[in-house]
């Protein structure tokens, strides 16, 4: 990733600049360095970004609790996810050919965005699934009525 961002990718870019060939439809029907350093880094990003859920979801298993854990960040990382799938589906161009040749192309930033969505249902799941039900009265009366400071010389 480090090479690709910090050496393939800025020649590239600069040898694109000094070409001298410009025909198109060559090169929309072959894929470039830049265009493959492009897929690598968004598929190492959806790897990234899937796992990034997985620690999460484990941590609140193991202690059957989400306390700690902001519900408000899922839910606005939820809306921003599903709202940038969708616009890259609602950009699908009108012929068909094209359109698989898009989706082809854009299957990174699709799979991070929707399979992210997904594992933020499962953190709704264990928000509800794990959440404090009220204290009932008594626990709390007993609080109330219990000493706050206990001379340690009578136990």
Known sequence: LFITLSVILPSQLLLRSFEK???????????GITEMSGFICGYVSSVFYL??????????????STE???YMLFV?????????????????????????????HHLPWL?????VLVL???MTAQFIVYRKHKTTQSNLLALEVEPLLVDEEET
Do not use: C, W
């Not at 060939?21 to 894929?31: A, S, V």
């Not at 796992?51 to 059957?64: A, D, T, V």
């Not at 799979?111 to 399979?115: A, L, Q």
């Open 76 to 104: 606005l990382a939820m809306l921003g996810n599903f709202t940038y799938g969708l616009s890259l589906v609602l950009k699908l161009p009108a012929v068909r050919h094209n359109k698989n040749q898009y989706v082809i």
């Open 68 to 70: 700690g854990t902001s």
């Open 120 to 122: 933020d249902f499962f």
């Open 21 to 31: 060939t410009t025909d198109l439809e060559l090169d929309q029907k072959k894929l």
């Open 111 to 115: 799979i991070g965005s929707f399979g």
């Open 51 to 64: 796992g990034s859920r997985f620690p999460q979801l484990y941590k609140n298993f193991q202690r059957k």
